[in-house]
């Protein structure tokens, strides 16, 4: 008994094996809170990536970009009725690239990281948990990050990926624990949200002021990302544009109620889809957040019924495209109808860390993409400067002793293709180099 081996595939506990050895799938098993009691665990841990060298992984890259990019064809193939819209491949790239992308980024970890313990260990033993058709659903961005990085959802996902693809014999002892993972969801109709009477009587007041002032509106700045209001009223007084609360934030509310879209195969252009690209269309339906199919003739309701830009020519942001929101559904359309996008870089790893799936997909979709001073790769990337320091022409000089050490999120789980945010064993590798600097601080100078 003490020589057979348990696969556990997240941090939850009850997954654990007492009496056998634990191959630990990756380091998002191992919790800091939860170290003192993996000194009595008999276990080891599978670390793919530590085998892997720079040019591994810049390929595993390009492969993920390689079936993001078909997906991304397929996904338009079975959705365009759906969605009934005339929208370019641009479009449908901007309001599906985001989750398309991170969804194969996902898979990918998780299937390999499956078929690599099998094909390098014995495994005897699996505890996985029950789940139904719904159990994976998210209603957006927001809420697939957040359930990403819980052990409860990539227990799921590991469950189901186990039962359809791996040990289809039954010869690996399998046990199930109890989790919460039976969904509220359920098939019902479209549910349209209603205007409320405040909401419409101030539109029609704004309609009429907007009429006035903004009817030659060209440009839309939206999220701009810069660290200057004053910067911000500059660019309106410059490109002669009239400021306006339009709707494009407007919150949609989550709901519980799935389309029966979702019972239909998930069709393929291509004949040569591989073992892996088969994967992805057979599990995309049980995934896809309910914003991207559920919500689609609420968001055209709403595109109708609320305040909303007309006519603009040039629409400037610089982190509209990572939220799930009416202006996503808006920008879609609007790029379909000839308008320009110009997209600015937010944030520092672009254009220096190995590879980031947000540099890619922006780049994709902008008519002009502005960095923040590297070399441009390509001919709609300008060079252009940090926006969060334009017009601080000098720092505030503090007189201080005190050190600032400013860290990055930590995840445990793959949220995407990206070689800068840590998680896994970079995660580690991360924390143990803080928490190394702030051991070399005397304990007099430190302040948390």
């Known amino acids: 008994m003490q020589n057979e081996n348990g696969l556990v595939f997240t941090a939850n506990k009850d997954t654990w094996f007492k009496d056998k050895t634990n191959i630990f799938l990756g380091e998002w098993c191992l919790k800091e809170e939860d170290l003192h009691q993996?000194?009595?665990?008999?276990?080891?841990?599978?670390?793919?990536?530590?085998?892997?060298?720079?040019?591994?992984?810049?390929?595993?890259?390009?492969?993920?970009?390689?079936?993001?990019?078909?997906?991304?064809?397929?996904?338009?193939?079975?959705?365009?009725?759906?969605?009934?819209?005339?929208?370019?491949?641009?479009?449908?790239?901007?309001?599906?690239?985001?989750?398309?992308?991170?969804?194969?980024?996902?898979?990918?970890?998780?299937?390999?990281?499956?078929?690599?313990?099998?094909?390098?260990?014995?495994?005897?033993?699996?505890?996985?948990?029950?789940?139904?058709?719904?159990?994976?659903?998210?209603?957006?961005?927001?809420?697939?990050?957040?359930?990403?990085?819980?052990?409860?959802?990539?227990?799921?996902?590991?469950?189901?990926?186990?039962?359809?693809?791996?040990?289809?014999?039954?010869?690996?002892?399998?046990?199930?624990?109890?989790?919460?993972?039976?969904?509220?969801?359920?098939?019902?109709?479209?549910?349209i949200e209603k205007i409320n009477a405040i909401t419409f009587i101030k539109n029609l007041f704004l309609k009429i002021i907007e009429k006035i002032f903004c009817s030659k509106n060209k440009f839309l700045f939206y999220k701009t990302y810069f660290g200057s209001k004053h910067l911000v009223l500059k660019l309106f007084n410059e490109t002669d544009t009239k400021p306006f609360p339009y709707d494009l934030k407007f919150k949609i509310k989550k709901k519980f109620f799935v389309s029966s879209l979702r019972k239909n195969s998930f069709n393929s252009s291509y004949s040569d889809n591989d073992k892996f690209e088969k994967i992805l269309r057979e599990l995309i339906f049980q995934i896809f957040p309910t914003f991207y199919i559920e919500e689609i003739e609420n968001l055209k309701h709403l595109k109708k019924k609320l305040l909303l830009p007309r006519n603009i020519k040039t629409i400037y942001t610089s982190t509209g495209l990572w939220e799930d929101s009416l202006f996503k559904f808006w920008l879609s359309d609007s790029i379909s109808k000839n308008s320009k996008l110009v997209y600015s870089q937010h944030g520092w790893a672009y254009g220096s860390t190995l590879y980031m799936f947000s540099e890619y997909i922006e780049k994709r979709i902008s008519d002009i993409y502005l960095n923040w001073g590297w070399e441009p790769d390509s001919k709609n990337v300008k060079r252009f400067y940090s926006i969060k320091l334009i017009n601080h022409k000098e720092c505030k000089k503090i007189n201080s002793k005190k050190i600032l050490i400013i860290i990055t999120a930590f995840y445990r789980y793959t949220l995407e293709n990206h070689t800068h945010p840590p998680w896994g064993r970079y995660n580690k590798i991360y924390s143990y180099a803080v928490q190394n600097i702030i051991e070399r601080i005397p304990n007099n100078k430190r302040e948390f």
């Not at 505890?127 to 998210?138: A, D, M, P, R």
Request: hydrophobic fraction near 35%; include cysteine; glycine fraction near 0%.
């Open 38 to 191: 993996y000194k009595n665990l008999n276990f080891k841990i599978l670390d793919l990536e530590k085998k892997k060298n720079k040019e591994d992984i810049k390929k595993k890259f390009e492969t993920c970009d390689y079936y993001y990019q078909r997906l991304l064809k397929d996904s338009i193939l079975n959705l365009e009725k759906h969605y009934n819209v005339s929208w370019n491949e641009r479009s449908w790239e901007i309001f599906l690239g985001p989750f398309l992308h991170r969804y194969v980024a996902i898979i990918y970890d998780k299937y390999y990281s499956l078929k690599y313990a099998l094909e390098n260990y014995k495994i005897n033993n699996v505890k996985l948990t029950e789940y139904n058709s719904f159990s994976l659903l998210s209603f957006d961005r927001e809420d697939f990050i957040k359930k990403l990085n819980s052990d409860n959802w990539n227990l799921i996902l590991f469950s189901l990926l186990w039962n359809k693809y791996f040990d289809q014999d039954n010869l690996i002892s399998k046990t199930f624990v109890r989790t919460d993972s039976m969904s509220k969801y359920k098939y019902a109709e479209s549910v």
